[in-house]
T-cell receptor
């Protein structure tokens, strides 16, 4: 079975600071990796995904993530955060190639102070 | 595009009653939908995979007779919580798999269930 670890449960940053949220997964086969964001009072939105190819993936709103297979990691980054990035961020994984449900990490609550 | 809706957004019911939650993909067809449950301050847990025209696949520990899933069309899946009890109170979220979207799951806004 897969599992996903997000090491930072709460992160507080000032505007313009750089962001990196950690995500590690445990599964030895081919994986599809996702980052979702949940703004206050809203539903989950896809930030970015990795299926194959270039391990550096660019998503919406200036976010990017890098898949490092040897480290089983898929960390999310943004060079300069904004107040509007305050949200809950979830990393998720599924076995590659199938129509399977996602295994989610516990989430990271990000607060950006103006 | 790729919008998923859920109805109702909130429901309060008495213990012992049944509650039906609808999940619709509004602008795409989804042969596969998923139901998740989210406890307060915790992550989403996959409950079951809903397949159009066939039986749902339940995750270990999820009672299939308690959580009835029907996926009668390519745009609608329903979750019925039967004989609800207070411990069933939770946030239920569905997602729909978009084949055209490269296998991405799009999530609904969730349904808050409170069983008294």
């Amino acid at each position: 079975a897969q599992s996903v670890s997000q090491h930072n449960h709460h992160v507080i940053l000032s505007e313009a600071a750089s962001l990196e949220l950690g995500c590690n997964y445990s599964y030895g086969g081919t994986v599809n990796l996702f980052w979702y964001v949940q703004y206050p009072g809203q539903h989950l939105q896809l930030l970015l995904k990795y299926f194959s190819g270039d391990p550096l993936v660019k998503g919406i709103k200036g976010f990017e993530a890098e898949f490092i297979k040897s480290k089983f990691s898929f960390n999310l980054r943004k060079p300069s955060v904004q107040w509007s990035d305050t949200a809950e961020y979830f990393c998720a994984v599924k076995e590659g190639g199938g129509a399977d449900g996602l295994t989610f990490g516990k989430g990271t609550h990000l607060i950006i102070q103006p | 595009g790729a919008v998923v809706s859920q109805h109702p957004s909130r429901v309060i019911c008495k213990s012992g009653t049944s509650v039906k939650i609808e999940c619709r993909s509004l602008d795409f067809q989804a042969t596969t939908m998923f139901w998740y449950r989210q406890f307060p301050k915790q992550s989403l847990m996959l409950m079951a995979t809903s397949n159009e025209g066939s039986k749902a696949t339940y995750e270990q520990g999820v009672e299939k007779d308690k959580f009835l899933i029907n996926h009668a069309s390519l745009t609608l899946s329903t979750l019925t919580v039967t004989s609800a009890h207070p411990e069933d109170s939770s946030f239920y979220i569905c997602s729909a798999l978009s084949v055209a979207g490269g296998g991405t799951q799009y999530f609904g806004p969730g349904t808050r269930l409170l069983v008294l």
